[in-house]
């Protein structure tokens, strides 16, 4: 049962535009969402968090929104860069007592030039 | 970058030997986690720990066991290797509510 979904396994953008990645959960008990990015060939490198007392949160280029009534959160990256092109991953962890960190299946983000 | 250590980083074994792949931090960070990664799956957890022997199954623990006898080590046991664990498997660790910081990776190969 995946309890973090990312609907869309690609997206292409052009550069300079926005490039907006969406990410649902099921689980109630999600208390706190963060974005990775992964180049080919690398581990995961976080981008970006928001807790789940929060709907918004920007880091530079990168914006992530928070919905949580209807479970569903949103990274937006502006512009778009070419060294943005990459594999995005959502990950949410829960009010359960242990950390447990789940995964969605990526996105796969390609900027062109 | 997070002082976090996986071995190996390559590994081609055959069917039916058993495997070990170690996650080493030096960070004192109290959760570790073990990964795998999979076209069309994302990352799909296998085990974690939130601490020394306090270990957890993720959503594909079937035919892994792990182990967690110091805080920096952190064990992934493959008992009888399968050609469908074939994969790239990540480790990470963390402080709890907050991110996570992965390895580089193991990319491990059963024929």
């Known amino acids: 049962d995946q309890q973090v979904k990312q609907n869309s396994p690609s997206l292409s953008v052009q550069e300079g535009r926005i490039s907006i990645l969406n990410c649902d959960y099921t689980?109630?008990?999600?208390?706190?969402f963060l974005w990775y990015k992964k180049y080919p060939a690398e581990g995961p490198t976080f981008l970006i968090s928001?807790?789940?007392?929060?709907d918004k949160n920007e880091d530079g280029r990168f914006t992530v929104f928070l919905n949580k009534s209807a479970k569903h959160l949103s990274l937006h990256i502006v512009p778009s860069q070419p060294g943005d092109s990459a594999v995005y991953f959502c990950?949410?962890?829960?009010?359960?007592?242990?950390?447990?960190?789940?995964f969605g299946t990526g996105t796969r983000l390609t900027i062109i030039p | 970058d997070a002082g976090i250590t996986q071995s190996p980083r390559h590994k081609v074994t055959e069917t039916g030997t058993p495997v070990t792949l170690r996650c080493h931090q030096t960070?004192?960070?109290?959760?570790m986690y073990w990964y795998r990664q999979d076209p069309g799956h994302g990352l799909r957890l296998i085990h974690y720990?939130?601490?020394?022997?306090?270990?957890d199954k993720g959503e594909v623990s079937d035919g892994y066991s792990v182990s967690r006898s110091k805080t920096e080590d952190f064990l992934l046991t493959l008992e009888s290797a399968t050609s469908s664990q074939t994969s790239v498997y990540f480790c990470?660790?963390?402080?709890?509510?907050?991110?996570?910081?992965f390895g580089q990776g193991t990319r491990l190969t059963v024929v």
């Open positions: 990470a660790i963390s402080r709890g509510k907050t991110e996570a910081f």
């Open positions: 960070e004192n960070h109290r959760y």
């Open positions: 990950a949410a962890l829960g009010n359960f007592g242990n950390e447990k960190l789940t």
């Open positions: 689980n109630s008990m999600f208390d706190y």
């Open positions: 720990s939130y601490g020394v022997k306090d270990t």
């Open positions: 928001i807790s789940s007392i929060k």
